[in-house]
């Protein structure tokens, strides 16, 4: 499929890139890394070898959310997000931007996203997981009252809100310890990231802000296979649920949650998200450069759904959501060529 739109492609700067050492052998570390810090050449390549028009940018992980001081923190946001800009609009026919946020102060995560949407042109946040502020093992997690001023101003903005992963804390990762293997995608990352989700849902956010739109990447982080299960424990007790959100879990996520496919090829799955979510709720992204764009693109433009759905998943629901015209996504450009 030509006209593919991708959302969970990452980039690092010379500050962050060494965040993303690790998660690779140290044999593939110098490709991993001239993949992070490339914009223009490798990977616009791999965007025209297989059919992908835009790609959204994001800062790697954890970067920001791993800053401890915040005063450090909201100046290496705006010096990414400013760099990314400049990226952008180099060639705003084939990429657009996510914002970094500084969410160890919720206001001046606010105010950093208020600039990049309206300032920069920005489409949304990503945001690694929680943040960390001050020394210890501290993690802030934004279900937190303190975080209600910045949900308001993400709605406000109309600013669809990426929760990507990162690893849990070594001191907060017990269960993990011996079976190094399961950090990272093979699993951590999707448990962390899944319970993040459901603590939004179930501090009643999405009744406060009705309106905020969500983006879970790798197919849901395993959440809708378990929905139903999640609503309905032991269903011959009746009590009434022990969370504060007024519906169940089940119907937030279908009402303010997307989906990505980002690291997570498997048609399977993918259509276990389409039944839960509907075809109108799951967008095509790849995860580079952590996994590679031919993956992403050879597995989606062949799987065994609809071509309707993989129209809307390819591409449309992605313009509907960032509200991109085919003037920003290249479409008018290469029509006058
Ligand atoms: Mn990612």
């Known amino acids: 499929m030509r006209g593919k739109i991708a959302l969970e492609e990452h980039f690092a700067t010379a500050e962050t890139v060494q965040d993303s050492a690790g998660f690779v052998p140290e044999s593939y570390w110098p490709e991993l890394k001239a993949r992070l810090l490339d914009i223009h050449e490798r990977r616009l390549f791999e965007m025209d070898a297989h059919g992908v028009e835009t790609m959204i940018l994001s800062l790697n992980a954890p970067a920001v959310q791993a800053v401890r001081e915040t005063g450090r923190a909201i100046e290496l946001a705006r010096r990414a997000n400013d760099a990314l800009a400049e990226q952008v609009a180099r060639r705003p026919d084939r990429f657009q931007a996510f914002a970094a946020l500084p969410m160890q102060d919720p206001e001046a995560a606010a105010r950093e996203l208020e600039r990049c949407m309206r300032d920069l042109g920005f489409r949304g946040a990503l945001v690694n997981g929680f943040s960390q502020r001050g020394d210890g093992d501290a993690t802030l997690y934004y279900d937190h009252a303190d975080y209600r001023g910045f949900w308001r101003a993400a709605q ?6 990426y929760l990507h992963p ?11 310890r011996g079976h190094e293997w399961l950090l990272g995608p093979t699993w951590a990352f999707g448990q962390e990231t899944a319970v993040h989700a459901l603590r939004l849902i179930g501090s009643g956010l999405f009744d406060e802000c009705p309106d905020l739109k969500i983006i879970l990447g790798h197919l849901g982080e395993g959440l ?5 299960r ?3 424990r032991n269903g011959w ?3 009434p649920p022990r969370h504060r959100a007024k519906g169940s879990i089940a ?3 279908q009402r303010n949650f997307w989906l990505t496919t980002s690291g997570n090829f498997r048609t399977q799955t993918l259509i276990d998200a389409i039944l839960e979510l509907g075809a109108d709720r799951i967008l095509f992204s790849v995860d580079w450069p952590f996994e590679n764009v031919d993956h992403a693109a050879h597995w989606f433009d062949a799987a065994s759904i609809s071509e309707n759905d993989r129209r809307k998943i390819g591409r449309t629901n992605a313009m509907n959501l960032f509200k991109l015209d085919d003037a920003s996504t290249g479409a008018l450009v290469r029509a006058a060529e």
């Open 251 to 253: 119907s937030y996520v």
């Open 230 to 232: 999640i609503d309905h």
């Open 224 to 228: 809708p296979y378990s929905l139903w």
């Open 237 to 239: 007790v009746k009590h």
């Open 156 to 161: 406000a903005l109309d600013a669809p809100f």
């Open 166 to 176: 990162r690893n849990p804390l070594a001191a907060h990762a017990e269960i993990y």
